[in-house]
């Protein structure tokens, strides 16, 4: 059964919004002479970022290692596929939003075409068909409309953001198809599979991390930021190549004739 927003949910969007209003107040008044610019949060930043590493390599890390050794490739395979597919469908609306016209029709059937034939999303069939994936997320819709990124900030056990995708992350999690399951015990393990597996999708890369990296959050901060900024940037240049071959298919004016 589905579910719509309750009064807690509300309330929890409200007290989002307000930290996200307290953090850019936060931004104003943390910035020194020596502050990153794209990081006047830092300090509190490094603090939050090393909490949530500790908690990452108690807890998180230790049950992803598990699931992945227990779990076979072929299954965890259909759960990434099934949380990815939940996640065109929350594209369909941002490409929308954002007036995409071949990424909303992909998305669309991209969802539709992995739904119906693919198990319910178990199957990535529209990637075998060569339909390409346009992920989008409230953030980059902001993005598309010209909010500018803000600070960088850790928010506990969430992670990596800046002020704009923190307020975008309160739009996508009324977006979540999950949050809408009426039956709490199976929402609450929805979700959970879907952190576990994500995380054991990353084991390698937090490997390369530790042993690449001289400074674990500046690096996690500069990828994070240049994904983003990346993001970004590739849905202008779609947008710029899907107006240059629409001009190209355009028939040429005839000449005079004289």
Same mark, same amino acid.
């Given at each position: 059964? $589905?579910?719509? +927003?309750?009064?807690?949910?509300?309330?929890?969007?409200?007290?989002? *919004? =307000?930290? /996200?209003? /307290?953090?850019?107040?936060?931004?104003?008044?943390?910035s020194g002479p020596g502050a990153n610019p794209r990081d006047p949060l830092e300090p509190y930043?490094?603090?939050?970022?090393? #909490?949530?590493? *500790?908690?990452?390599?108690?807890?998180?890390?230790?049950?992803?290692?598990?699931?992945?050794?227990?779990? +076979?490739?072929? @299954?965890?395979?259909?759960?990434?596929?099934?949380?990815?597919?939940?996640?065109?469908?929350?594209?369909?609306?941002?490409?929308? %939003? &954002? /007036?995409?016209?071949?990424?909303?029709?992909? =998305?669309?059937?991209?969802?539709?075409?992995?739904?119906?034939?693919?198990?319910?999303?178990?199957?990535?069939?529209?990637?075998?068909?060569?339909?390409?994936?346009?992920?989008?997320?409230?953030? %980059?819709? $902001?993005?598309?409309?010209?909010?500018?990124?803000?600070?960088?900030?850790?928010?506990?056990?969430?992670? +990596?953001?800046?002020?704009?995708?923190?307020?975008? $992350? @309160?739009?996508?999690? &009324?977006?979540?198809?999950?949050?809408?399951?009426?039956?709490?015990?199976?929402?609450?393990?929805?979700?959970?599979?879907?952190?576990?597996?994500?995380?054991?999708? /990353?084991?390698?890369?937090?490997?390369? @991390?530790? =042993?690449?990296?001289?400074?674990?959050?500046? #690096?996690?901060?500069?990828?994070?930021?240049?994904?983003?900024?990346?993001?970004?940037?590739?849905?202008?240049?779609?947008?710029?190549?899907?107006?240059?071959?629409?001009?190209?298919?355009?028939?040429?004016? &005839?000449?005079?004739?004289?």
């Amino acid at each position: 059964m $589905m579910r719509y +927003p309750t009064n807690k949910q509300h309330a929890r969007t409200w007290m989002l *919004a =307000s930290t /996200l209003g /307290l953090a850019a107040a936060l931004t104003g008044c943390a910035s020194g002479p020596g502050a990153n610019p794209r990081d006047p949060l830092e300090p509190y930043n490094r603090a939050m970022f090393r #909490f949530n590493d *500790a908690v990452d390599s108690a807890v998180l890390e230790p049950v992803a290692t598990g699931y992945r050794d227990v779990t +076979p490739t072929v @299954v965890r395979t259909a759960v990434t596929n099934f949380f990815a597919n939940l996640g065109d469908l929350w594209s369909v609306v941002n490409n929308a %939003l &954002q /007036l995409k016209g071949e990424g909303t029709y992909n =998305s669309v059937v991209r969802f539709t075409t992995n739904t119906v034939f693919g198990l319910g999303g178990l199957i990535d069939v529209a990637s075998e068909m060569d339909i390409e994936r346009h992920k989008q997320d409230f953030g %980059l819709t $902001m993005a598309r409309y010209g909010m500018p990124a803000g600070a960088y900030i850790v928010w506990p056990l969430l992670g +990596p953001s800046t002020i704009r995708d923190s307020a975008g $992350m @309160v739009v996508d999690w &009324q977006g979540n198809v999950v949050s809408y399951v009426n039956d709490v015990p199976v929402r609450n393990s929805l979700t959970g599979l879907r952190i576990v597996n994500t995380r054991a999708n /990353l084991l390698g890369t937090t490997s390369l @991390v530790q =042993s690449a990296a001289l400074d674990k959050y500046s #690096f996690t901060r500069d990828a994070y930021l240049q994904l983003r900024e990346n993001a970004t940037r590739a849905g202008d240049e779609e947008d710029e190549t899907q107006w240059m071959n629409e001009s190209a298919a355009e028939p040429a004016p &005839q000449g005079s004739g004289k």
